[in-house]
């Protein structure tokens, strides 16, 4: 099956510590999106890469979370010192091209203690 | 500013037929799309339509779309327990809006 790829499933970190969050879009797809899912809500948008490029961070904390999507390997959504606040379901998808079905991972959930 | 609402919850019976309503906001939309959720999972794309489109049928499942009023629905037919999710739409533009989500529960 080769659909997008998130790991890891869980991810538990304690307050201060990085979460390093990564995800491998459907094989052909060069277009990643990630998103939250807080507790009983629906997704947000945080950002949305290409190879290499930052496409639109409209969604992204402006502090202490980073994405990269490298020519080689996976996306990278990475949470500095993080907080209590950053618990939550963190889903990568990818589509093929902009406008186009976007096809999701069963995403990362992150615990902070 | 871009916005989609759905009803939080909806209760059929086991063989009846499910409607879950979404309205949008945003014309600009390519495709409009039905994503379900099973706990503990990710999302699956379930059907989705193009926005010059009014309607899609795709096995059981039907898509109307009404682009004057921006209301959205999905219709499930013959709904089974496996059928049991949470429901989103989303528009897109570039990235996905999504609703709250429509809790589907079927009983026996």
């Known amino acids: 099956n080769a659909g997008v790829m998130q790991n890891p499933r869980h991810l538990v970190r304690r307050r201060g510590q990085e979460a390093r969050l990564r995800c491998s879009p459907m094989?052909?797809?060069?277009?990643v999106y990630w998103y939250r899912q807080l507790p009983e809500e629906g997704l947000k948008f945080m950002v949305y890469?290409?190879?290499?490029?930052?496409?639109?961070e409209s969604g992204m904390p402006k502090e202490r979370f980073s994405a990269e999507f490298p020519k080689e390997g996976p996306s990278i959504l990475r949470i500095q010192q993080v907080v209590r606040g950053d618990s939550a379901a963190y889903f990568c998808?990818?589509?093929?091209?902009?406008?186009?079905?976007?096809?999701f991972g069963d995403g990362t959930r992150l615990s902070i203690l | 500013g871009e916005d989609v609402e759905q009803s939080l919850f909806l209760s059929v019976r086991e063989g009846d037929s499910s409607v879950i309503n979404c309205t949008y906001t945003?014309?600009?939309?390519?495709?409009l799309y039905w994503y379900k959720q099973e706990p503990g999972a990710g999302l699956q794309l379930l059907t989705y339509i193009f926005s010059n489109m009014d309607m899609k049928q795709d096995q059981r499942l039907t898509v109307l779309l009404n682009k004057k009023d921006k209301h959205l629905s999905l219709r499930i037919a013959d709904t089974q327990t496996g059928d049991s999710a949470i429901y989103f739409c989303?528009?897109?533009?570039?990235?996905?809006?999504f609703g709250s989500g429509t809790q589907l529960t079927v009983l026996p």
């Open positions: 094989k052909g797809h060069s277009h």
């Open positions: 945003d014309s600009s939309s390519t495709y």
């Open positions: 890469l290409q190879k290499e490029n930052i496409i639109d």
């Open positions: 989303a528009e897109n533009p570039r990235q996905l809006t």
């Open positions: 998808a990818s589509s093929p091209a902009e406008n186009q079905p976007q096809h």
